[in-house]
């Protein structure tokens, strides 16, 4: 479980984040949706260690942890939009780098799960290929498999179908929801047809949280969340 206490942010004399309180239960899938300027994209650079915090405490099951301990013992895991690929290694060398250089995997382990990893996936048969010659939605998905392959216990995803077309984003989407199946995830979206599993939706505005629940307890309250779904359902 991720606690996050009384979080506060100021660029400037501009509060980004006001006495933010968020949990992620185990084994929750947890969305954070909002109008732009909302302090999404900050809180994501702050778990990242991107940013730090101005006051605030962060717990891991418990454990009081500083902001860069969470990505130092790798207890995070992130998939974003622009993919993050290593243009000169090929496709099973882009899955094994970090578990084999940085976790100490012996190779053929690592390219063991990675291929079973990349059928499941649906890229079987693109192991030797480059980054360059792979489509939108293939990247998306190995920047999936990467990230699943490290095994952290929390998965963090940007926007992760944002940049797609309708085709690939269904396509990752599957691919997504597979990966997050009993594991902890938190997930920043903009297309709100993407998170509506979600077992937890978050609202964000102006840095602070205006409302909570699931996506049928949401609509029913007829606030925010249920207007930003009929915006994009005319779009």
Known sequence: MLELRNISKRFGDKQILSDFNLTIHEGNILAIVGPSGGGKTTLLRMLAGLETIDSGEVFYNGEPLALDELTKRQLLGFVFQDFQLFPHLSVLENLTISPVKMNGVPQEEANAKARALLERLGLAGHEDAFPFSLSGGQKQRLSIARAVLKNP?????????????????????????????NRTSLVIAHRLSTIQKADIIVVMEKGKIIEQGNHATLMAQNGTYRKLVEMQSFQ
């Not at 998965?155 to 990966?179: C, G, P, R």
């Open 153 to 181: 216990p929390i998965m963090i995803l940007d926007e992760a179908t944002s940049a797609l077309d309708t085709e690939s984003e269904k396509l990752v989407q599957n691919a997504l929801e597979k990966m997050m199946m």
